[in-house]
T-cell receptor
Framework: KQEVTQIPAALSVPEGENLVLNCSFT??????LQWFRQDPGKGLTSLLL?????REQTSGRLNASLDKSSGRSTLYIAASQPGDSATYLC??????????????FGQGTRLTINP | NAGVTQTPKFQVLKTGQSMTLQCAQD?????MSWYRQDPGMGLRLIHY???????DQGEVPNGYNVSRSTTEDFPLRLLSAAPSQTSVYFC????????????FGPGTRLTVL
């Protein structure tokens, strides 16, 4: 059974710092990995999607890497801002049968950026 | 595009009552799914659909029914509400023929007394 772990559970850093969030998964047979952001009381917003054949994806100040063989992904946030404060979740997926995409989520890292 | 919409935003039920959580998407996505999010448990898949008329169970399907008569709509029915179904429910959609990026609705916060 696929298990996804995110460490640390919470992280607090001063504004302007570069930081790394970690995600590990137990089964390397994944289709893709996604990083999401969730603000309190809100739904999830997709930040980056990395296909299993890719090593990394970038969007603005965000960079996500994927190492399937070791079962790890990292989300790098450059020059952090208070607006980056949120919970970040990673999810791995595989595709079954008629194209059903199954996702397994980590518990998330609650990030606080202090002004 | 409105993306994925969910109604209601909040709901309080008494044990034994039934209700339907509504979900709609306007992105012509084939794949839709329902998750529940509970503290310490993360997000868990309840039911999913790969297209109109096709549904299947996820990790925690007991006590819930779904149907998919159109590409746009994917309602979740609680048959006889129980306190264990107190949770935040999210609907998601994906697959427009090019990408599996998941788009989530804003959620429904359900309390069962």
């Amino acid at each position: 059974k696929q298990e996804v772990t995110q460490i640390p559970a919470a992280l607090s850093v001063p504004e302007g710092e570069n930081l790394v969030l970690n995600c590990s998964f137990t089964d390397s047979a994944i289709y893709n990995l996604q990083w999401f952001r969730q603000d309190p009381g809100k739904g999830l917003t997709s930040l980056l999607l990395i296909q299993s054949s890719q090593r990394e994806q970038t969007s603005g100040r965000l960079n996500a890497s994927l190492d399937k063989s070791s079962g790890r992904s990292t989300l790098y946030i450059a020059a952090s801002q208070p607006g980056d404060s949120a919970t970040y979740l990673c999810a791995v997926s595989w595709v079954e049968g008629q194209g059903a995409q199954k996702l397994v989520f980590g518990q998330g890292t609650r990030l606080t950026i202090n002004p | 595009n409105a993306g994925v919409t969910q109604t209601p935003k909040f709901q309080v039920l008494k044990t034994g009552q039934s209700m339907t959580l509504q979900c709609a998407q306007d992105m012509n996505h084939e794949y839709m799914s329902w998750y529940r999010q509970d503290p310490g448990m993360g997000l868990r898949l309840i039911h999913y659909s790969v297209g109109a008329g096709i549904t299947d169970q996820g990790e925690v399907p007991n006590g819930y029914n779904v149907s998919r008569s159109t590409t746009e709509d994917f309602p979740l029915r609680l048959l006889s509400a129980a306190p264990s179904q107190t949770s935040v429910y999210f609907c998601a959609s994906s697959w427009d023929g090019m990408t599996y990026t998941q788009y989530f609705g804003p959620g429904t916060r359900l309390t069962v007394l």
